[in-house]
């Protein structure tokens, strides 16, 4: 099974800061996946990765951007964090190649920006 | 737009209860369809489905895909209270997009 780790389970910042979410995948797999969680919204998108230095916007990329330098790595960065912005983001990597493919999930970052 | 509807969005049932779960779809070309499961942290992988009327099973965990009508249901047997999560539904298709989820269903099994 893939092991995706984020760095941080909780996360308080300002309005403002410029934020960087961390998370690193165990096995030698491509894809790489990004989402926020909130309630009564279900999962949302923010930008995937298919290979180093690619990406590709979700379906909510506004206010984020990413960076994948090396395989294993892949970066969640708000520029200027907003209040709305609060919220569970979940990083995920995929266990075979191909997008419709299983994905496994870090633990989660609960961030908060004050 | 590819679509992915669960219901219902919450449960609660009493521990010994049999519960099912349903997912709907609407994408181009379906590929796969996967349940997860999740408790305070991560979605848990439990199932893909790829194949119509055939079923997976792990314990008392069951689920079957039914391609013809664009859907798949998720069986709990004897619930516990352990079974307390959001089982989330997602879907696959065969072009170059990512899985969509839908919004789970909230189950709490109480004792």
């Known amino acids: 099974d893939v092991k995706v780790t984020q760095s941080s389970r909780y996360l308080v910042k300002r309005t403002g800061e410029k934020v960087f979410l961390e998370c690193v995948q165990d096995?030698?797999?491509?894809?790489m996946f990004w989402y926020r969680q909130d309630p009564g919204l279900g999962l949302r998108l923010i930008y995937f990765?298919?290979?180093?230095?690619?990406?590709e916007k979700g379906d909510i990329p506004e206010g984020y951007s990413v960076s994948r330098e090396k395989k294993e790595r892949f970066s969640l960065i708000l520029e200027s964090a907003s209040t709305n912005q609060t919220s569970m983001y979940l990083c995920?990597?995929?266990?075979?190649?191909?997008?419709?493919?299983?994905?496994?999930f870090g633990d989660g970052t609960r961030l908060s920006i004050l | 737009e590819d679509k992915v509807v669960q219901s219902p969005l919450s449960l609660v049932v009493h521990e010994g209860d049999t519960v099912t779960l349903n997912c709907s779809y609407e994408?181009?070309?379906?590929?796969?369809l996967l349940w997860y499961k999740q408790e305070k942290k991560a979605p848990t992988f439990l199932f893909m489905l790829?194949?119509?009327?055939i079923e997976k099973k792990s314990g008392r965990l069951s689920s079957i895909l039914d391609k013809k009508e664009l859907f798949s249901i998720l069986n709990i047997t004897a619930t516990q209270t352990g079974d307390s999560a959001v089982y989330l539904c997602?879907?696959?298709?065969?072009?170059?997009?990512?899985?969509?989820f839908g919004k789970g269903t909230r189950l709490s099994v109480i004792a």
């Open positions: 997602a879907v696959g298709d065969s072009g170059n997009t990512p899985l969509v």
């Open positions: 790829t194949s119509s009327g």
């Open positions: 994408v181009t070309n379906f590929r796969s």
């Open positions: 995920a990597g995929g266990e075979r190649d191909g997008l419709n493919q299983p994905q496994h």
């Open positions: 096995m030698d797999h491509e894809n």
């Open positions: 990765s298919y290979d180093v230095k690619m990406k």
